[in-house]
């Protein structure tokens, strides 16, 4: 009997660290996604919120409900609030970037009429649409200054012909 016991409280403890281990990478992917994209548009702010309170709530549980905290659920939690928290405040840093931006360009006359009717999203599709444009005349003006360049020295060579022809005559 003792032997059970001690298989079964083993068997529990091994189920209660996979357990952490699943719940722990569980939020992983999605927080090296958004630190290496900074981009959190199809991501539902309520669900990360949803996500954070109810880790709060299991970690509280966990710690401060039992005589003995249960360091499986406990720490899990800890880990799911912790990146729920992290995704959480990139979402909401990225809605007062859009904001700002979106502010900054209404005040800009340029976009005056048409402004209202645009989203962000076609904002800044329009501005990579002009720093595309500003790249291409600048390898355009590079491309021009070699040209310049090169016929610089064929007329630096032309010169130096003539003064030869002119010496000769």
């Known amino acids: ?10 068997a529990s403890e091994i189920l209660g660290w996979i357990g952490f281990a699943t719940s722990f990478s569980m939020l992983l992917p999605q927080v090296v996604k958004v630190c290496i994209t900074k981009n959190t548009k199809s991501l539902s702010p309520i669900m ?3 996500t954070f309170l109810n880790a ?3 970690t509280s549980y966990a710690f401060f409900t039992k005589e003995t905290p249960d360091l499986q659920v ?13 995704i959480l ?3 909401i840093s990225n809605k007062i ?4 931006t979106l502010n900054r360009l209404k005040k800009d006359k340029k976009f005056n009429e048409n402004l209202d009717q645009m989203s962000v ?3 800044k599709n329009e501005n990579e649409l002009l720093s595309e444009e500003i790249i291409n005349m600048q390898e355009k003006i590079e491309e021009l200054q ?3 360049e090169e016929l610089e020295e064929q007329v630096e060579v032309l010169e130096e012909q003539v003064e030869g022809i002119e010496e000769k005559v």
């Open 146 to 148: 070699e040209n310049v």
């Open 97 to 100: 970037k859009d904001r700002i």
């Open 56 to 58: 709060c709530i299991w």
């Open 1 to 10: 009997m003792l032997l059970l016991t001690s298989n079964k409280e083993m």
């Open 89 to 91: 405040s990139f979402i």
């Open 121 to 123: 999203v076609e904002i």
């Open 48 to 50: 990360f919120f949803l």
């Open 74 to 86: 406990g720490c899990a939690n800890l880990a799911a609030m912790a990146a729920s928290f992290f």
